[in-house]
């Protein structure tokens, strides 16, 4: 890389992904933020950062005394839980085709595709059966998670919808699981390739529901403001905060 830039090996320094991802909510404009749920915020607490894309990535933020410090986790690769009889049936589908099912196995794109095919070899689901989207998934040079959020928000095709339906569940679950880990008063912030294009059905409740589904913590993290990011740059600004920071 250094021989690449021609500058110093000194100069040059390797970041997780989502570490510049976390730098980038610095660079962020109100305009790039959609509210899902709106508390105040404590600037002494914690800010947390998710984000489903090309996998799933998690992050821990502190900013306090205006230090910024971005902590990276691998937190993509713990279990995935079921939360109902659906997600069992799924979890169970995708056991008998992984060695592990990690929650980054289903939220991003990859795992919308999982999704799909666990609910079109349903015989649950036989009634949702789509011929088109079946067709396009064979021949269709699109990525195929494209494809679904296309065929959910555009076709309104009801396999589709399910597929949505179920990752949106198991995502709202999971972001809550982050809530209830690090409590982040300071605001928990959804970002990734998906949920700029997932927003609309983010914002429709069930999501939201699921998050808050958390037994005698419910109310513990409706306290917890929640943000999606819609600018899809924020790694690459990131990435150019922490550079200068080194300068």
């Known amino acids: 890389m250094s021989e690449f830039l021609q500058i110093g090996i000194d100069k040059v320094k390797l970041i997780n992904d989502f570490e510049a991802a976390g730098y980038g909510i610095k660079s962020i ?17 914690l800010i947390a950062t998710i984000g489903a894309g090309t996998g799933l990535g998690m992050g821990i933020i502190t900013h306090v005394n205006k230090k910024f410090r971005v902590y990276p986790t691998e937190g993509g690769h ?9 997600q069992i049936q799924l979890l169970q589908f995708l056991k008998k085709r992984l060695h592990r099912v990690s929650i980054e196995r289903l939220c991003c794109g990859s795992g919308l595709f999982y999704i799909y095919k666990y609910v079109s070899q349903s015989s649950y689901y036989r009634h949702l ?30 396999l589709a919808l399910k597929v949505i339906d179920i990752f949106i569940r198991i995502y709202g679950a999971v972001v809550g699981n982050l809530a209830l880990s690090t409590l982040p008063k300071q605001g928990i912030y959804i970002m990734g390739g998906l949920s700029p294009r997932l927003v609309d059905f983010i914002k429709q409740g069930t999501f939201m529901k699921v998050f808050l589904d958390k ?33």
């Open 29 to 45: 404009n109100e305009k790039d933020l959609v509210t899902i749920q709106d508390a105040t915020k404590d600037p002494s607490g």
């Open 78 to 86: 713990q279990d995935f839980a079921p939360i109902d009889d659906d």
């Open 129 to 158: 059966q789509s011929i088109s989207l079946k067709r396009d998934m064979y021949i269709s040079k699109t990525d195929p998670a494209q494809l679904i959020v296309h065929y959910a928000k555009v076709e309104n095709d009801m």
């Open 215 to 247: 037994g005698r913590m419910s109310e513990l993290i409706r306290s917890i403001p929640v943000f999606v990011v819609m600018d899809t740059n924020i790694g690459l600004k990131g990435a150019t905060i922490y550079a200068k920071s080194l300068l």
